[in-house]
């Protein structure tokens, strides 16, 4: 399996930007999907972004469209998440997840999550 440590959570104020990192180790990076979620207190965990194996394909919720950018460099084995234009309803825990490339189900791998906290 593959495990998944998330980086680069923090304080910032509404407008600024952050960037999220998440560090893959165990098993070859480039045969999983990845994908970004965040779960805010109170609510549902819910889907931010995710990225097909080569980075050539990008998904994003429509909350977040135009402000977030996902990528990943297989080589360092990392995904990121950059933020532009955060809002103070950006405030989260972001978790990075991972499901092989060859799967039909959900996400199997997560990682520990980190915060981010967006005032106003």
């Known amino acids: 399996q593959v495990q998944l440590v998330e980086s680069g959570g923090g304080l910032v104020q509404a407008g600024g930007s952050l960037r999220l990192s998440c560090a893959a180790s165990?098993?070859?990076?480039?045969?999983?999907?990845m994908g970004w979620f965040r779960q805010a207190p109170g609510k549902e965990r819910e889907f931010v972004a995710a990225?097909?194996?080569?980075?050539?394909?990008?998904s994003y919720a429509d909350s977040v469209k135009g402000r977030f950018t996902i990528s990943r460099d297989n080589a360092k084995n990392t995904m990121y998440l950059q933020m532009n234009s955060l809002k103070p309803e950006d405030t989260a825990v972001y978790y990075c997840a991972g499901r092989p490339v060859t799967s039909s189900r959900g996400y199997e791998y997560w990682g520990q999550g980190t915060q981010v906290t967006v005032s106003s």
């Open positions: 165990g098993r070859t990076f480039s045969n999983y999907r």
């Open positions: 990225i097909n194996w080569s980075g050539g394909t990008t």
